[in-house]
């Protein structure tokens, strides 16, 4: 590309101040137009214009026993099938109905005496240790934010929980306790007694399936015999076959036994530029795009001016520039036909390569 052409930050720069009639710093400063051009470039392009080249491939990696990943949302905008996982095209959806209608998680309920560990005389209150029977356990997990697997203490009350752990006290009510995913149990009602941290009340072993619940967990007591009930869901861990994507989260099934390469198309955020690096050595993704993110910052700032007749005067410039970005998208995708059931059977002459019966 000759370097006389205009397409780096510099040039971004300098148009949007011919544009926006502030032709010095000390009206607003280089660092504010790229702040403005950021704010567009980043946020509002992605969003009007779904381009081919912001178009990626995504991948993560499976842990073993972990059922929830993180789409990282401050990269990627969203998600799109097919889904690969450890190379093989597997189910992808987004109905958690669809989902779960394939892959049941149903509850086992075990029901027993627990295990009075504390030593000497029984005391209601415990400690207490319980063995769950079917293992390995699936861990519960929070949502996307704060993370699948964040060890936030102030999110907790937002824990998709999968183990419940129940008993009856003394005075005869239900005193219950759920996972959050990181093998600690909790006890409910303290997310509503506006508590900073909030006490860990016994433990889970997801592999081993040892319960422990600490010395209080139960905060009123357990009389001495009476049944403590468990309901959690037991799992064979394989290679994953399908997923859902809801609430900016991946959960598979089945769950994974070791760790697997899951890929799939997403549409990323562009890199943003950055205002404390030389401005001529910073270029758009697509170098030609440097015109359409100058009208677009210059944009952002009549907007902040409430300069609505400027803003009326140059929305046609935006839209015409945003339409020959997309024209890349658009001439790109018409020598592809539409996909139909056929089109695997249509993409080739019967007979490609000669005369082989076999077309090859």
Same mark, same amino acid.
């Given at each position: 590309?000759?370097?006389?052409?205009?397409?780096?930050?510099?040039?971004i720069?300098?148009?949007?101040?011919r544009?926006?009639?502030?032709?010095?710093p000390?009206?607003?400063s280089?660092a504010?137009?790229v702040r403005?051009?950021?704010?567009y470039?980043?946020f509002?392009?992605p969003?009007?214009?779904?381009?081919?080249?912001?178009?990626?491939?995504?991948?993560?990696?499976?842990?073993?026993?972990?059922p929830?990943?993180?789409?990282?949302?401050?990269?990627?905008?969203?998600?799109?099938?097919?889904?690969?996982?450890?190379?093989?095209?597997s189910y992808?959806?987004?109905?958690?109905?669809?989902?779960f209608?394939?892959?049941p998680?149903?509850?086992?309920?075990?029901?027993?005496?627990?295990?009075?560990?504390?030593?000497?005389?029984?005391?209601?209150?415990?400690?207490?240790?319980?063995?769950?029977?079917?293992?390995?356990?699936l861990?519960?997990?929070?949502?996307?934010p704060?993370?699948?697997?964040s060890?936030?203490?102030?999110?907790?009350?937002? *824990?998709?929980?999968?183990?419940?752990?129940?008993?009856v006290?003394?005075?005869?009510?239900?005193?219950t306790?759920v996972?959050?995913?990181?093998?600690?149990?909790?006890?409910?009602?303290?997310?509503?007694?506006?508590i *900073?941290?909030?006490?860990?009340?016994g433990?889970?072993?997801y592999?081993?399936?040892?319960?422990?619940?600490?010395?209080?967990?139960?905060?009123?007591?357990?009389p001495?015999?009476?049944s403590?009930?468990?309901?959690?869901?037991?799992y064979?861990?394989?290679?994953?076959?399908?997923?859902?994507?809801f609430?900016?989260?991946?959960?598979?099934?089945p769950?994974?036994?070791?760790?697997?390469?899951?890929?799939?198309e997403?549409?990323?955020y562009?890199?943003?530029?950055?205002?404390?690096?030389?401005?001529?050595?910073?270029v758009?993704?697509?170098?030609?795009?440097?015109q359409?993110?100058?009208?677009?910052? #210059?944009?952002?700032?009549?907007?902040?001016?409430?300069d609505?007749?400027m803003?009326?005067?140059?929305?046609?410039?935006?839209?015409?520039y945003?339409?020959?970005?997309?024209?890349r998208?658009?001439?790109?995708?018409?020598?592809?036909?539409?996909?139909?059931?056929?089109?695997?059977?249509?993409a080739?002459? #019967?007979?490609?390569?000669?005369?082989?019966?076999?077309g090859?």
């Amino acid at each position: 590309m000759t370097a006389s052409l205009p397409f780096n930050v510099t040039d971004i720069i300098n148009k949007t101040r011919r544009i926006t009639a502030r032709p010095s710093p000390s009206q607003i400063s280089d660092a504010e137009i790229v702040r403005y051009a950021n704010t567009y470039y980043v946020f509002d392009m992605p969003e009007e214009l779904r381009m081919e080249s912001l178009r990626v491939n995504y991948q993560f990696l499976t842990n073993a026993n972990t059922p929830a990943y993180d789409l990282p949302t401050n990269i990627y905008l969203d998600v799109m099938p097919p889904v690969y996982i450890a190379g093989y095209q597997s189910y992808m959806t987004q109905s958690r109905e669809n989902f779960f209608r394939i892959n049941p998680e149903l509850n086992f309920l075990q029901q027993q005496s627990a295990t009075y560990t504390g030593g000497g005389a029984y005391n209601p209150l415990g400690p207490f240790q319980i063995q769950c029977t079917a293992t390995p356990i699936l861990r519960g997990f929070k949502p996307n934010p704060p993370g699948a697997y964040s060890l936030t203490t102030t999110e907790v009350s937002k *824990i998709n929980w999968n183990v419940l752990v129940s008993g009856v006290d003394t005075v005869g009510n239900n005193q219950t306790l759920v996972d959050d995913g990181q093998g600690n149990l909790y006890r409910l009602s303290d997310f509503t007694n506006n508590i *900073i941290t909030y006490p860990v009340r016994g433990t889970i072993d997801y592999i081993t399936g040892l319960v422990t619940i600490n010395s209080g967990g139960f905060v009123l007591g357990i009389p001495d015999l009476s049944s403590i009930t468990i309901q959690y869901i037991p799992y064979v861990a394989s290679r994953p076959q399908s997923c859902v994507f809801f609430q900016d989260q991946i959960l598979l099934y089945p769950i994974p036994d070791q760790a697997y390469t899951v890929s799939f198309e997403a549409y990323a955020y562009p890199i943003a530029f950055d205002v404390n690096t030389g401005f001529n050595v910073q270029v758009p993704q697509v170098i030609e795009w440097w015109q359409m993110i100058a009208v677009g910052a #210059a944009m952002k700032i009549f907007e902040d001016a409430a300069d609505f007749e400027m803003m009326n005067k140059y929305l046609g410039v935006l839209k015409k520039y945003e339409s020959y970005a997309l024209r890349r998208t658009i001439v790109q995708q018409t020598s592809e036909r539409t996909a139909t059931i056929y089109t695997e059977q249509t993409a080739f002459p #019967a007979y490609p390569f000669g005369n082989l019966f076999s077309g090859f």
